[in-house]
């Protein structure tokens, strides 16, 4: 009886601290995150900047803007930009940045799951390590991009085997984004190992996708 009440203390002593912390909500996951990244400066995406060159700027939504890095690149070429993230620590933080470079970004805090993506709205839609928070919105991506319109996408591939910020597996497998956004003409698709420009993934080359994709103008009316 005695060692039973021991075993007892012993597990209570364990489990207890565990179950009284409560497990975060990818806001606070995300919103910890990028209070400890204030301040630091985070270079644009090189695959968008080429992907973006010698286009005439128009409409562009970036995904998942987190703290804008993208956003302000296009917009300081003169793109019209809207951009949304869960993290109103980050949204805050890009609304900052854009007013120290006198740029005008609209940045919103918003659910990729609820987000109105609208209808042919966007001229460009950028989703650069999202994954599945992507992927899942996909359909809706598509119908958000007017005729001649490109999605452009960098992430980590599933190669990887790390877990997300939330704990899940995170990163595309193979061919998945040629076949999520299959009602586009593939423009581009590269599978390769390369430095990702995502901090979390350590600075050293790793497995990495890169996408973009064009909705195809609407076919002509046979007379
Ligand atoms: C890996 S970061 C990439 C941020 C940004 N696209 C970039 O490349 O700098 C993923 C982003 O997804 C955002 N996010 C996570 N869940 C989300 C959701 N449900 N709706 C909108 N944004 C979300 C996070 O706050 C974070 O900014």
Same mark, same amino acid.
């Given at each position: 009886m005695k060692r039973l009440f021991v075993v007892a203390a012993i597990l209570a002593a364990f489990v207890a601290p565990a179950a009284a912390q409560p497990k975060k909500s990818p806001e606070q996951?995300?919103? &910890?995150?990028?209070?400890?990244?204030e301040g630091k400066e985070h270079q644009f995406n090189k695959f968008l900047a080429e992907t973006v060159k010698g286009r005439a700027p128009g409409k562009a939504l970036d995904v998942g803007m987190g703290q804008g890095r993208n956003s302000l690149?296009?917009?300081? +070429? *003169?793109?019209?930009?809207? *951009?949304?993230?869960i993290s109103d620590v980050g949204v805050k933080q890009a609304q900052a940045e854009a007013a120290k470079r006198g740029l005008k970004i609209d940045a919103r805090v918003g659910d990729v799951d609820k987000f109105d993506y609208g209808k042919e709205k966007?001229? +460009?839609?950028?989703? @650069? $390590? @999202?994954?599945? $928070?992507?992927?899942?919105?996909?359909k809706r991506v598509v119908a958000s991009l007017k005729p001649g319109g490109l999605v452009v996408v960098e992430g980590i591939h599933r190669d990887i085997d790390k877990a997300s910020l939330t704990g899940d597996k995170y990163g595309y497998?193979?061919?998945?984004? #040629?076949?999520?956004?299959?009602?586009?003409r593939t423009r581009y698709y590269q599978d390769t190992v390369d430095k990702a420009d995502w901090?979390?993934?350590?600075?050293?080359?790793?497995?990495?996708?890169?996408?973009? *994709? &064009?909705? #195809? &103008? #609407?076919?002509?009316?046979?007379?």
């Open positions: 996951a995300w919103n &910890e995150l990028f209070a400890k990244r690149f296009l917009a300081a +070429l *003169g793109w019209d930009v809207t *951009g949304f993230d966007w001229d +460009l839609v950028v989703g @650069m $390590y @999202m994954h599945e $928070y992507l992927n899942r919105n996909a497998v193979n061919n998945e984004l #040629p076949k999520l956004f299959s009602a586009l901090d979390r993934s350590g600075g050293k080359p790793v497995p990495v996708v890169r996408f973009i *994709g &064009e909705k #195809p &103008e #609407p076919a002509a009316k046979k007379k």
